[in-house]
């Protein structure tokens, strides 16, 4: 069982019913090193429940367990990105062989992975931001200029509601790369930073005592 140390309790799936995962506690609750890491401890009965049991990859290919993966994220993105992290994992159950440096490189592989994703995702945000920029910036001059040729000497209130209907619909046109530009993209950013540090920081595995 996964027993990670904080308070408030998350909801479950049917097959994750009998463990207990909780958020993390604030950042000024948790453990600092001497040399300045911030303890993540995870604490699991054997190594099985580190790793998707639905992967039929090697222990060092292995995506990590959903519920194991958010946990360590979700402590991770308590802290600003540039705050150093340490992985600490405590076995009930110790293998006849020594684990330490395969936990070590999956889950470092694992993060590994998770960043290049986020990258390439965000890569794909950014060129599909060009291109509605491109769009909307035509439409909305293609709408100015109809207003201007076609209705910019008529009078009347028929005349006023087209030109008007026009300019709105070229601005709406710009929604979707606005929304790239000031909202989409940072989370995005954030993520895959956070990803790539969780990719480089020390694990620690140790025997439960």
Same mark, same amino acid.
């Given at each position: 069982?996964?027993?990670?140390?904080?308070?408030?309790?998350?909801?479950?799936?049917?097959?994750?019913?009998?463990?207990?995962?909780?958020?993390?506690?604030?950042?000024?609750?948790? $453990?600092?090193?001497?040399?300045?890491?911030?303890? *993540?401890?995870?604490?699991?009965?054997?190594? @099985?429940?580190?790793?998707?049991?639905?992967?039929?990859?090697?222990? *060092?290919?292995?995506?990590?367990?959903?519920? $194991?993966?958010?946990?360590?994220? @979700?402590?991770? !993105?308590?802290?600003?990105?540039?705050?150093?992290?340490?992985?600490?994992?405590?076995?009930?159950?110790?293998?006849?062989?020594?684990?330490?440096?395969? *936990?070590?490189? /999956?889950?470092?592989?694992?993060?590994?992975?998770?960043?290049?994703?986020? !990258?390439?995702?965000?890569?794909?945000?950014?060129?599909?931001?060009?291109?509605?920029?491109? *769009?909307?910036?035509?439409?909305?001059?293609?709408?100015?200029?109809?207003?201007?040729?076609?209705? @910019?000497?008529?009078?009347?209130?028929? /005349? $006023?509601?087209?030109?008007?209907?026009?300019?709105? /619909?070229?601005?709406?046109?710009?929604?979707?790369?606005?929304?790239?530009?000031?909202?989409?993209?940072?989370?995005?950013?954030? !993520?895959?930073?956070?990803?790539?540090?969780?990719?480089?920081?020390?694990?620690?595995?140790?025997?439960? /005592?």
């Amino acid at each position: 069982m996964i027993r990670p140390i904080a308070p408030a309790k998350r909801a479950t799936s049917p097959r994750t019913s009998a463990l207990k995962y909780e958020l993390p506690m604030p950042p000024e609750m948790v $453990a600092t090193e001497h040399d300045h890491h911030h303890v *993540i401890k995870l604490k699991l009965r054997d190594i @099985g429940q580190l790793f998707n049991s639905m992967d039929p990859s090697p222990f *060092i290919e292995k995506d990590l367990d959903d519920d $194991a993966d958010e946990f360590i994220v @979700g402590w991770a !993105r308590e802290f600003p990105v540039d705050t150093p992290l340490k992985l600490r994992v405590y076995l009930d159950q110790w293998p006849a062989e020594d684990p330490k440096e395969m *936990i070590r490189t /999956a889950i470092h592989n694992h993060f590994s992975h998770r960043a290049e994703i986020t !990258r390439l995702e965000f890569k794909r945000l950014l060129k599909e931001g060009r291109t509605t920029l491109v *769009i909307g910036l035509l439409f909305l001059a293609v709408c100015l200029l109809i207003s201007k040729m076609l209705l @910019g000497h008529e009078a009347g209130t028929w /005349a $006023a509601v087209i030109r008007e209907s026009l300019t709105i /619909a070229g601005w709406v046109a710009m929604w979707r790369p606005m929304q790239i530009y000031l909202y989409d993209w940072w989370p995005l950013r954030r !993520r895959s930073r956070i990803f790539a540090k969780l990719s480089r920081m020390p694990v620690e595995v140790l025997q439960k /005592a």
